[in-house]
């Protein structure tokens, strides 16, 4: 049994088949990237498996459990966070009330505790805290933390919603496009840190790219899709070489 | 200027972040407890006001302030907490009992309008309070068993603990303000612990509070409820204070003047919630002085400016009839939210901050500190 399946994944618009019957598995551990082409369902299929749209049809299993109708914001509460294409980022609050946020699938205080702010509430934001120090560390946040999102780069943006997805400590993260709008350095530190998190974190991770260069740097397997469907599925250069993924991106 | 070294994660925790908040705000303790003794009554029962407006303030706060959900619904659920309380006493309930009651009950009906306004946002969900409001004002002007209907419920004095608490008396006063302080300090609690990081998650975007593992819909509703619940505390009190409510007090004017009490204040703090309750109770006594006040200065100046004692009468009399028109107040609330919002968008609190900047940074502050620049990293919202 695999770490994470899609089952004969399916999104249809009316008529349109943004995702039509895609399977794969991740395995645990692994780095696995989906690569296509504008418009191929890329990040429809991170949007279905974090319950943004339900699927048309197909399954999703995650540690042979079925996920597929789970709500929402239980997908994190199972221990997979995403980032997002174009940066959701709590705008008009500090960078460590974000990473805060990511740690809310741990908290377990009660409305009345905290309206005291009772010894246990004072003891579970500091315990929140010091996981939020470790992950500011991790990925070289100190200088931004008391900074308002809404006044910095989106470089860093970009990175600090990678950090709020650490934050809730995944199994399984999803990135969508972690090095667009980034330039070369940070697409660097980027690659580093998504290997980081593999090898130290413990983490799997499957993400979308565009930047080849990146994905193969840190991928273990590649998916590349088109119109919906999968084209080819196997190492980094298999699946460049593969002749329908050389037709979809050139043209035959 | 000061620099906080900090050396604790407790340093980001303790509500007062340096010994200056303490001293400061032990001083405006002070000076609100010694006040009954030294301020005019008048100026005391407008004081009283003033914790009152605060306090639904604070509860508005919660919800439009700091998760993103537009209430102009507030009147009713005031109206509710003040109905209880009159309700409840006509059985010689003891006071404590039918505050608690008050609020609670308040909270439920907050929760219940929460239901249905999951799916609203913006201007529908405004539309959907408004409507709330509508049918509260109505049940109580036709639920006459229970309401008395448009006669309205005589508000009888507080009984505490065996001892007679009028509403003019210093006890009322302290009674307001506890309640304001026990809020606000909640309140704060609230906002450094998980369910307040989740309100502001979801108001700035609720796609990513969503995958973060908030659920959406739970904590609006409890944010409806804290918010309607903290409201209904206050219509106990707004309800000894008048001694009489009836049904023509919690109009939709009285949620636009909550709505105006934290615009004016400043909608991302809860001090905001107290500058704009001081500002909307003493700018009645103002719009008085106008009423009565202008039609006359008006005229003078006329006369002395070489009008003949006629015209300048005429002039009186146009003036009075402007001032005493129906709706002015609300057409003047209505230019304060306009200039609020066009030139002073952070409230009475955010010109505050930047007074104090300019002191703290002087003689270095530039103007172009708080210039509001585009930004234009604007995200895709999946909503």
């Known amino acids: 049994m695999s770490y994470f399946r899609a089952e004969n994944l399916s999104l249809h618009f009316g008529g349109l088949k943004a995702v039509d019957a895609v399977s794969f598995a991740v395995e645990k551990g692994e780095i696995l990237s989906i690569i296509g082409p504008n418009g191929a369902g890329k990040s429809s299929i991170f949007n279905l498996i974090s319950r943004i749209y339900p699927p048309t049809s197909g399954k999703i299993f995650f540690e042979d459990q079925d996920i597929t109708q789970q709500p929402a914001y239980d997908i994190a509460r199972l221990g997979i966070a995403r980032t997002f294409q174009n940066i959701e980022l709590f705008e008009n609050a500090t960078v460590l009330s974000n990473l805060l946020v990511g740690r809310h699938r741990h908290s377990n205080t009660q409305l009345w505790q905290e309206l005291l702010f009772l010894p246990s509430v004072r003891a579970g934001e500091k315990a929140h805290r010091r996981r939020v120090e470790q992950v500011i560390e991790f990925l070289d946040l100190e200088p931004y933390r008391d900074k308002l999102i809404s006044g910095l780069p989106y470089g860093v943006r970009k990175v600090i919603e990678l950090a709020r997805a650490l934050c809730s400590e995944p199994k399984l993260i999803l990135l969508d496009e972690p090095s667009s709008g980034l330039n070369v350095e940070e697409t660097d530190d980027m690659s580093f840190w998504i290997r980081d998190m593999k090898s130290e974190l413990g983490i799997t991770v499957l993400m979308v790219e565009h930047d080849m260069t990146l994905v193969n740097r840190v991928s273990d397997r590649v998916i590349a899709l088109n119109y919906g469907r999968v084209l080819a599925m196997g190492s980094p250069s298999e699946v460049q070489h593969h002749p329908d993924v050389v037709a979809a991106y050139l043209g035959a | ?383």
Not at chain 2, 332 to 354: A, Q, T
């Open chain 2, 1 to 383: 200027m000061r620099f906080l070294f900090k050396t604790d994660y407790e340093d980001d925790i303790r509500l007062f972040p340096h010994s200056g908040y303490v001293y400061s705000y032990g001083l405006l303790l002070a000076v609100l407890l010694i006040a009954p003794y030294v301020l005019s009554s008048y100026l005391m029962s407008q004081l009283v006001f003033v914790c009152i407006y605060a306090t639904v303030g604070v509860g508005l706060l919660i919800l439009t302030g700091f998760t993103g959900q537009a209430s102009l619904g507030h009147a009713a659920f005031l109206a509710i907490g003040a109905y209880t309380a009159a309700y409840l006493q006509q059985f010689n309930v003891p006071f404590p009992v039918y505050f608690l009651a008050a609020g609670l009950l308040t909270g439920l009906v907050g929760a219940l309008v929460g239901f249905p306004a999951l799916r609203l946002q913006g201007i529908y969900l405004v539309i959907a309070t408004i409507s709330f409001a509508f049918i509260v004002e109505e049940i109580m002007a036709r639920w006459e068993s229970v309401t008395h209907g448009n006669e309205g419920m005589r508000v009888k004095t507080m009984q505490l603990f065996g001892t007679t608490v009028s509403r003019d008396g210093p006890t009322f006063y302290y009674l307001c303000l506890a309640v304001l302080v026990l809020t606000i300090v909640g309140t704060l609690n609230l906002l450094r612990s998980p369910t307040g990081r989740a309100f502001v998650a979801i108001r700035d975007s609720e796609t990513a509070a969503r995958s973060m593992g908030i659920n959406v819909a739970l904590y609006k509703v409890k944010s409806f409820a804290i918010s309607a619940g903290i409201t209904g505390f206050a219509g106990v009190l707004f309800a000894h204070k008048l001694s009489f409510i009836s049904p023509e007090m919690f109009t939709l004017q009285l949620s636009i003047e909550f709505i105006i009490v934290i615009l004016i204040g400043g909608t991302f703090s809860l001090h905001g919630a107290v500058l704009g309750a001081i500002f909307l109770v003493m700018i009645d006594p103002f719009l008085t002085y106008l009423k009565d006040d202008m039609p006359g200065v008006i005229a003078g100046v006329a006369a002395t400016l070489g009008a003949g004692t006629e015209r300048a009468g005429h002039i009186q009399d146009a003036v009075a009839a402007f001032a005493s028109a129906n709706g002015l107040k609300g057409a003047i609330y209505g230019v304060i939210i306009v200039v609020f919002v066009l030139f002073e968008p952070l409230g009475l609190y955010g010109r505050w901050l930047k007074i104090k900047l300019f002191f703290q940074l002087f003689p270095l502050y530039k103007r172009a500190t708080f210039k509001r620049q585009k930004i234009y990293v604007k995200s895709e919202r999946n909503r």
